[in-house]
């Protein structure tokens, strides 16, 4: 599986806009990028996922480089909930039932100050 | 509400005594699977079930067994727990079939097994 690089750490102040990089330089034609968090002491969320243009939902924006190397959630406005570790994740569109399977690195502990 | 729920949220058993998490979700997925997550190694895959009576080995499945006898639930089996599987297991299902893997998958609140 390609694999993800991103900062082990990060921190915003709050309400101020936030953006989380993940690298990811062998990601395939055919993988989804995907970002999930994880609150303390609460099970990993959805927070958005992309192919190759930017996405925007209710939570985050996702820009995604043009050659797809490299990847931003971007936070618009950070709060104290939003506090988490977040993965960058990718997955194979095309893959079985195995590809169903979320491979979890380290990801990215965001820390907001009031 | 969409949820997937675990029973127990924690326990705490003796090494060699059989116990069974349960997990169940309201959102008729036919993918579920079980993670663990440990301190450094992250969350790994144990096993996973793309529908009823249809499961496979994740990753380190060793110790652990799964059924699938109906598609809303799929609980956790330690036939015989040890220290080592002392652990924050994970829970979680999606919908599957659809060539876009963009399917979210929704996550239990988490169950803290300790074994002594």
């Known amino acids: 599986d390609a694999k993800t690089t991103q900062p082990n750490s990060m921190e915003s102040n709050e309400e101020e806009p936030v953006h989380l990089p993940c690298n990811h330089s062998?990601?395939?034609?055919?993988?989804?990028i995907h970002w999930y968090r994880q609150l303390p002491s609460q099970g990993p969320e959805y927070v958005i996922h992309?192919?190759?243009s930017n996405v925007n939902n209710r939570m985050a924006s996702l820009a995604i480089a043009e050659d797809r190397k490299s990847s931003t959630l971007i936070l618009h406005r950070a709060t104290l909930r939003d506090a988490a570790v977040y993965y960058c994740?990718?997955?194979?569109?095309?893959?079985?039932?195995?590809?169903?399977?979320?491979?979890f690195g380290k990801g990215t502990k965001l820390s907001v100050i009031p | 509400e969409a949820q997937v729920t675990q029973n127990p949220r924690y326990l705490i058993t003796v090494t060699g005594k059989k116990l069974t998490v349960t997990c169940s979700q309201n959102?008729?997925?036919?993918?579920m699977s079980w993670y663990r997550q440990d301190p450094g190694l992250g969350l790994r895959q144990i096993y996973y079930?793309?529908?009823?009576?249809?499961?496979d080995k994740g990753d380190v499945p060793e110790g652990y067994k799964v059924s699938r006898k109906e598609k809303r639930n799929f609980p956790l089996i330690l036939e015989s727990p040890s220290p080592n599987q002392t652990s924050l297991y994970f829970c979680?299902?999606?919908?599957?079939?659809?060539?876009?893997?963009?399917?979210?998958?929704?996550f239990g609140p988490g169950t803290r097994l300790t074994v002594t």
């Open positions: 992309g192919l190759t």
């Open positions: 979680a299902s999606s919908l599957f079939g659809q060539r876009d893997r963009g399917n979210e998958q929704y």
């Open positions: 994740i990718l997955r194979d569109s095309f893959g079985g039932a195995g590809s169903y399977q979320l491979t």
């Open positions: 959102m008729n997925h036919e993918y």
């Open positions: 079930s793309m529908n009823v009576e249809v499961t």
């Open positions: 062998t990601i395939s034609g055919t993988d989804y």
